[in-house]
């Protein structure tokens, strides 16, 4: 796979369950986590899905005009953090919202930050991240765009700046 590619469990063109608004989804493809009760298990497995063309994907979102948020979920985002930053840098500055989900902790992200895996790169490019794994003892109807109570909204430029969490509120 090259540097242009990323490997996708698939795509939905529009939701309005991943995020405000109407939102193009992505699924990347691959999970280390495994959390008992996903919502998405036939992307844990990093040879399945089907590898995309970046452009390709950008092309596709600038085709609606009522797209106004991007998701990024998966499988796990931050195994491909590099081609996800590609994707996302790709596009308009300031037009779309970007929420991105992470099985990993905000706080492991950038301690584990280096610049061959790129979490760096997506975190800041990432409007507001949803972290944690899903609890399946912990889920809930009433967390907004999350699973379970355990998952966070973070606004991530906000944590960046601030160097401590800080709280979305959808």
Same mark, same amino acid.
């Given at each position: 796979?090259?540097?242009?590619?990323?490997?996708?469990?698939? &795509?939905?063109?529009?939701?309005?369950? #991943?995020? *405000?608004?109407?939102?193009?989804?992505?699924?990347?493809?691959?999970?280390?986590?495994?959390? +008992?009760?996903?919502?998405? *298990?036939?992307?844990?497995?990093?040879?399945?899905?089907?590898? +995309?063309?970046?452009?390709?994907?950008?092309?596709?979102?600038?085709?609606?005009?009522?797209? !106004?948020?991007? $998701?990024?979920?998966?499988?796990? *985002?931050?195994?491909?953090?590099? !081609? +996800?930053?590609?994707?996302?840098?790709?596009?308009?500055?300031?037009?779309?919202?970007?929420?991105?989900?992470?099985?990993?902790?905000?706080?492991?992200?950038?301690?584990?930050?280096?610049?061959?895996? /790129?979490?760096?790169?997506?975190?800041?490019?990432?409007?507001?991240?949803? #972290? /944690?794994?899903?609890? &399946?003892?912990?889920?809930?109807?009433? +967390?907004?765009?999350? /699973?379970? $109570?355990?998952?966070?909204?973070?606004?991530?430029?906000?944590?960046?700046?601030? /160097?401590?969490?800080?709280?979305?509120?959808?």
């Amino acid at each position: 796979m090259d540097n242009d590619s990323i490997k996708i469990a698939g &795509i939905v063109k529009e939701s309005i369950v #991943d995020g *405000p608004g109407i939102r193009y989804v992505v699924f990347t493809q691959g999970c280390p986590h495994k959390c +008992v009760g996903c919502h998405n *298990p036939q992307t844990h497995d990093v040879n399945g899905g089907k590898v +995309v063309n970046i452009q390709k994907i950008v092309d596709d979102i600038y085709k609606n005009p009522l797209i !106004k948020g991007i $998701t990024i979920s998966g499988g796990e *985002p931050f195994i491909q953090a590099k !081609k +996800v930053a590609k994707l996302i840098n790709l596009l308009e500055k300031n037009k779309y919202n970007i929420i991105v989900y992470t099985g990993f902790l905000f706080e492991d992200l950038l301690k584990n930050a280096n610049e061959n895996n /790129g979490y760096l790169d997506l975190l800041n490019c990432t409007d507001i991240l949803i #972290d /944690g794994k899903f609890d &399946i003892n912990k889920k809930s109807e009433f +967390v907004k765009f999350r /699973g379970s $109570t355990n998952q966070r909204s973070i606004s991530v430029k906000e944590s960046l700046n601030q /160097g401590r969490v800080i709280l979305y509120e959808f």
